[in-house]
């Protein structure tokens, strides 16, 4: 397919699954507004229609809680075609959603918005926009370092691997032995009846993120007692490069809009962050992962999220040379980069979820960390990837490395959005 052919293409994904100031990730699998995939939606969305992507993060923050959180689903309209719907939550709130987060990328993509939007005739309307998006999401990043730093490191707990946005990564294997799954109870998946159960978590992993639910829905969504008593409590290396470098983004929104007192409050937590971060890393591997709090045991495994310490503006000559060494490892070992897991690793599946396949959000947030970091030849690399993987096979959820097969949902829009915003370089119409 020819470039404006991807190009109209990606245009009309977002268009047919936009339901009206929110877009679902995928009619059929996702029918609802996820967290983070909204956010990178909206970059897309903003390379035609501006005024759509900022609605997009306005329409999700209509459903902030009053202590700041920031739901990973807003249930905007029942769909019986998904599983756990708003029943099984049970959150009790107006709208209903659910009563876990995800990765917190709204403010980077804000800020991307209004650089884009600064130098318009319309700056004055985006400005207001801004101001009022600025304390939401503030709130929201008090909320994580209020309930999910309880050792004040300046990283990030996840207590669903849901939360994490990269569901069942192998990272979570050792921490969710813990979860007692033994009163689940029965109930019906509907993600497989839609896509192959090959590509898809296991029946151990499902029944785990439903106890957790379960336990979540018992304590009435009390986000105290689920930080304390929760099950799953692992710190996230994904989740806490994103938060680190989302404070970043949001200290400079503070300097634009001269919130002086809120400037000084987040670069205390980017100081805590870049103190504290180096609690994930692993000396063994010589990589960013993820770490178990209760039993403070690393993981060990090379994921795509432990490529992220650029994107989080961390700089640190060894630990950068052990990661380049990774990425060269292996790229010599895939065609498209970046696996979701070492495909050295034993557990390397390529086309099942977060065990392998390559997704193009966090290819985005690799490339873009590269790049900053003066890595223009790896990040080239990986956002020629990218673009390989689209044109060859079109807009899916995610990709084989080995092979650039689609995986999961096909026509997704957070895929079709960043070939948009980043891989096929569209130019602003
Ligand atoms: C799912 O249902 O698979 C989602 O990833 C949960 O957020």
């Known amino acids: 397919m020819t470039k404006s052919n991807l190009n109209a293409t990606a245009r009309h994904i977002l268009e047919a699954n936009d339901r009206g100031g929110y877009t679902v990730p995928n009619g059929r699998v996702y029918p609802f507004q996820w967290n983070w995939d ?37 249930f905007w309209k ?39 939007a600064r130098e318009t005739p ?14 939401k999401l503030l709130a929201w990043h008090r909320w994580f370092h209020q309930y999910r730093d309880p050792d004040r490191r300046g990283i990030v707990v996840a207590v669903h691997p849901w939360e994490t946005g990269r569901d069942n990564s192998p990272e979570w294997d050792a921490p969710g032995e813990a979860i007692d799954v033994s009163g689940v109870g029965d109930y019906v998946r509907r993600d497989t009846s839609h896509l192959d159960a090959k590509m898809r978590p296991t029946k151990l992993e499902y029944d785990r993120y439903l106890a957790l639910v379960q336990f979540g829905r018992a304590t009435h969504w009390d ?10 409590r692992v710190a996230d290396v994904g989740m806490s490069m994103i938060l680190l470098r989302a404070n970043r983004d949001l200290a400079a929104l503070a300097d634009e809009l001269g919130k002086t007192d809120e400037g000084a409050e987040i670069r205390s937590w980017i100081d805590l962050a870049e103190r504290g971060v180096g609690w994930l890393w692993n000396g063994e591997v010589q990589a960013w992962c993820s770490r178990d709090l209760q039993t403070g045991r690393s993981s060990g495994f090379i994921t795509s999220a432990s490529f992220l310490g650029f994107y989080a503006g961390l700089s640190d000559a060894k630990r950068d040379a052990a990661m380049r060494g990774h990425f060269d490892r292996i790229a010599g070992m895939v065609d498209f980069m970046m696996p979701s897991l070492d495909p050295a690793d034993p557990g390397f599946q390529m086309i099942r ?70 891989a096929g370089g569209e130019q602003r119409t």
């Open 38 to 74: 909204s956010a990178f939606v909206a970059l897309g969305f903003d390379r035609f229609d501006r005024n759509r992507a900022w609605t997009e993060i306005e329409t999700l923050f209509r459903a902030q809680w009053d202590d700041g959180f920031l739901p990973h689903i807003v």
């Open 78 to 116: 029942d769909d019986p075609g998904y599983f756990p719907g708003p029943a099984v939550w049970g959150t009790a709130k107006n709208p209903v959603t659910s009563g876990i987060t995800q990765p917190p990328v709204a403010a980077s993509v804000v800020r991307k918005l209004w650089e884009s």
């Open 122 to 135: 319309d700056a004055g309307t985006y400005v207001q926009r801004l101001q009022a998006l600025f304390p």
């Open 223 to 232: 986000h105290a007692r689920i930080a304390a008593e929760n099950p799953f």
């Open 353 to 422: 979820y977060w065990r392998g396949p390559v997704w193009a959000v966090v290819n985005y947030m690799i490339g873009t960390g590269l790049y900053e970091a003066g890595d223009a030849m790896r990040a080239e690399r990986v956002r020629g990837d990218t673009l390989a993987l689209m044109e060859q096979n079109g807009f899916y959820e995610a990709y084989s490395p080995i092979d650039g097969t689609g995986s999961g949902g096909d026509d997704f829009s957070w895929t079709a959005a960043i070939w948009l915003a980043w």
